[in-house]
């Protein structure tokens, strides 16, 4: 029997027997059936208007809800925008969701489980922007990237993005078989789409994070942020008319974002029976990770439980697998996972001020399942 929807939540919308296939790990295939290139992706219900070449970019942070308020912003993108939107992944966060895109694969397949997350050979925390701990991105992430996949059936393939992201453990786990174009500003960023466009077939990815910096910092209601996805937007539009008629621009995000004031934190160092039985907190604020002692799960779920009510759901590694919160979970990656994971509704967050004082100075931020965060748009220009 199907499970019930969780009140206020969006689940994913991974590809499946069951699934609509309409999240970020299906772009890259559909992008696959637009050229008319077989490549041998998962089947997908994202259809595309076929082209020659493709320009995908990702705006990191422009949730769907957030681009749909925001049309004095943003007029092009938003006259791009469609009723129906896509989902990202869980956690719904930058690192997770930029390899469910690079791999065309859910979460619980490429292992990207997190902004943190446990490595479970040491015990340590890695964390998946900064790749802050000696493990080898190819083994962490072993299986071929859409980017390598789509080469190999004859299509070019670029990345246009910043110069320091090259080489790093985010990039190598997925984004690797693509040639890497560093663009550090507008300028550079049109020049390498279009520079990638000219070749047939092909498909080049452009990423730009700026709006997400300024939402984390300024949080989503400020002045900061809607500047910012004003100049995005008259970005956007210029690169669709540098591009020739015939290349496809598409437009997608990662995921969306939400404003937690001080009134809204948890800290969970206030509740010393929240450590009970914990070796480990990973995750972020909006979406955690809690690691145990053996034989403490069933404690420390029902203790999170008891303490958060309906502040945010508590579910053990295994209620979230049946959920299907991490689609596919491949034996190796399981662990990675909390042994109790727990996403906050509205605008909760479940901050540590010993682990992660520094979550504490955000104001936007992101990683559950409303809406706001989980639904992003697919814009075809």
């Known amino acids: 029997m199907p499970l019930q929807p969780l009140s ?3 689940e994913p919308a991974y590809s499946g027997p069951l699934g609509a296939g309409r999240s970020l790990g299906d772009v890259l295939p559909a992008v696959a059936g637009a050229l008319g290139v077989p490549v041998g992706f998962h089947e997908t219900s994202l259809a595309l208007p076929p082209a020659p070449a493709y320009v995908v970019m990702l705006v990191d942070g422009l949730g769907h809800e957030l681009l749909a308020e925001h049309r004095a912003q943003a007029p092009y993108l938003h006259s791009l925008l469609g009723e129906e939107p896509a989902t990202c992944g869980v956690p719904s966060t930058t690192a997770t969701s930029l390899t469910s895109l690079g791999t065309a694969l859910t979460p619980g397949q490429h292992g990207l489980v997190g902004f943190t997350s446990r490595v479970p050979e040491t015990g340590a925390l890695l964390n998946s922007l900064f790749w802050d701990q000696p493990v080898d991105p190819l083994e962490w992430q072993p299986n071929a990237t859409a980017f390598t996949r789509l080469e190999a059936a004859g299509v070019h393939t670029s990345v246009v993005s910043k110069r320091e992201f090259a080489g790093s453990g985010l990039t190598r786990c997925g984004q690797r078989g693509a040639s890497y174009v560093g663009a ?14 000219a070749r047939r077939p092909s498909l080049t990815y452009v990423y730009d994070g700026d709006l997400d910096w300024h939402g984390h910092r300024a949080g989503v209601d400020s002045q900061r942020w809607r500047a910012q996805l004003r100049d995005i937007d008259e970005d956007v539009q210029e690169l669709r008319e540098e591009l020739p008629d015939e290349v496809r621009l598409l437009v997608v ?18 509740t010393p029976a929240l450590r009970d039985g914990v070796t480990l907190l990973g995750g972020e604020a909006r979406f955690r990770h809690v690691y145990c002692h053996g034989g403490a799960v069933p404690d420390v779920a029902a203790t999170w439980r008891e303490t958060l009510g309906s502040r945010a759901t508590v579910l053990t590694r295994d209620e979230a697998i049946e959920r299907g919160w991490f689609g596919v979970v491949d034996p190796n990656v399981r662990l990675r996972l909390g042994d109790v994971v727990v996403a906050a509704h509205e605008d ?5 001020s010993k682990d992660f004082a ?6 936007g931020l992101h990683g559950s399942l409303t809406s706001r965060e989980m639904h992003i748009p697919i814009l075809v220009g």
């Open 8 to 10: 206020g939540f969006v």
């Open 184 to 197: 550090d500003d507008v300028v550079e960023r049109i020049a390498g789409a279009v520079a990638g466009a």
């Open 253 to 270: 995000a990662d995921h969306g974002m939400v404003d937690s004031t001080k009134a809204s934190h948890i800290d969970i160092e206030d």
């Open 348 to 352: 909760w967050a479940l901050m540590s």
């Open 358 to 363: 520094y979550e504490m100075t955000l104001i």
